[in-house]
């Protein structure tokens, strides 16, 4: 059974492979950088931008540290990354990737349920 994934907030509604992007920019564009994908086996996925980098983390559950998208070229830091509770972060780019990476990650995910075989990661377990 493939899973499906959900935008976890306090009214979940599920999110499709074909729109998950357009979700994600509308909510970049109403200053909502922080968002929560909750999949019906119980795993997360997680999408914190400046609205030029993003991380991107891939949870088992609650708890897990998971795995998160890299950039292994990428040099210096990026700040901006505003946190659903107001915390602002900064992050080293080579823990972030361009904006239009994250979303094409997010994406394949949803789709798939699994990271792109292309794409560099580092598992935080």
Excluded: C, K
Excluded at 7 to 30: F, K, M, N, Q, Y
Excluded at 45 to 60: C, G, K, P, S
Excluded at 72 to 97: I, R
Excluded at 115 to 125: G, Q
């Amino acid at each position: 059974m493939l899973e499906h994934w959900a935008i976890d907030e306090d009214d979940p509604a599920r999110v499709e492979s074909g729109t998950v992007v357009e979700i994600l920019r509308s909510r970049i564009g109403s200053m909502r950088l922080e968002t929560w994908l909750t999949s019906s086996s119980g795993r997360l996925l997680a999408f914190v931008t400046n609205a030029e980098r993003a991380m991107v983390m891939l949870l088992e559950g609650e708890g897990d540290p998971g795995e998160h998208a890299v950039d292994p070229e990428a040099v210096g830091s990026s700040e901006g990354f505003v946190l659903s509770n107001g915390q602002h972060d900064e992050y080293p780019d080579e823990d972030t990737v361009p904006v239009t990476e994250a979303f094409r990650l997010v994406e394949h995910i949803v789709s798939t349920g699994s990271w792109p075989t292309d794409a560099p990661r580092v598992i935080d377990r």
